[in-house]
T-cell receptor, first 115, second 109 residues
Framework: SAVISQKPSRDICQRGTSLTIQCQVD?????MFWYRQQPGQSLTLIAT?????????ESGFVIDKFPISRPNLTFSTLTVSNMSPEDSSIYLC????????????FGPGTRLTVL | GNSVTQMEGPVTLSEEAFLTINCTYT??????LFWYVQYPGEGLQLLLK?????DKGSNKGFEATYRKETTSFHLEKGSVQVSDSAVYFC????????FGAGTRLTVKP
């Protein structure tokens, strides 16, 4: 399976600022996704990161708050904008690494705390 | 839309006890089904999967069978160990994954 890394692994940020999270994969992958895991909760899909076009957002998530880029088949970024304490979560990227399959593999996550 | 309902727990067992974590799903098509595990302080790891009805996924002594007639994918292990203590997530995917609420398992010596 693909090896996925995320930067930063954790951060503590002030209210009103923005943080960009990077997701790097060691091979070209067909699909990339971003998820949020709030404290003690399950994973919620934020968006599908589409290569070369705008991301596809799930209900409740908007581009102004969570802009996503995917410039190529191995890299994506998620920005958490104008942060509030409610944005404190673990943010995970995941990939589907083979066409015709739907098994997702997850990065280690970025633990974000907003003060 | 697609969704997963999972026994939430927490579940506390003694070492060598039998484990069952229930998972049922709702889907419009024919999704693949997964169990992921999250050990304390670690990321999400794929534990096992099944891609079609009657498939059995297995790994590390854990098993789950894709039951289309009961729309279920229950996770079982015959004899749990302390090292199995983690949070277990049931998920389905036809493209993006949908997750259950997670079940925290604690195994005591």
């Amino acid at each position: 399976s693909a090896v996925i890394s995320q930067k930063p692994s954790r951060d503590i940020c002030q209210r009103g600022t923005s943080l960009t999270i990077q997701c790097q994969v060691d091979s070209q992958v067909t699909m990339m996704f971003w998820y949020r895991q709030q404290p003690g909760q399950s994973l919620t899909l934020i968006a599908t990161a589409n290569q070369g076009s705008e991301a596809t957002y799930e209900s409740g998530f908007v581009i102004d708050k969570f802009p996503i880029s995917r410039p190529n088949l191995t890299f994506s970024t998620l920005t958490v904008s104008n942060m509030s304490p409610e944005d404190s979560s673990i943010y995970l990227c995941s990939v589907v690494d083979a066409p015709g399959t739907d098994t997702q593999y997850f990065g280690p996550g970025t633990r974000l705390t907003v003060l | 839309g697609n969704s997963v309902t999972q026994m939430e727990g927490p579940v506390t067992l003694s070492e060598e006890a039998f484990l069952t974590i229930n998972c049922t799903y709702t889907a419009t098509g024919y999704p693949s089904l997964f169990w992921y595990v999250q050990y304390p302080g670690e990321g999400l790891q794929l534990l096992l999967k099944a891609t079609k009805a009657d498939d059995k996924g297995s790994n590390k002594g854990f098993e789950a069978t894709y039951r289309k007639e009961t729309t279920s994918f229950h996770l079982e292990k015959g004899s749990v160990q302390v090292s199995d203590s983690a949070v277990y997530f049931c998920a389905l995917s036809e493209r993006e994954a949908r997750f259950g609420a997670g079940t925290r398992l604690t195994v005591k010596p």
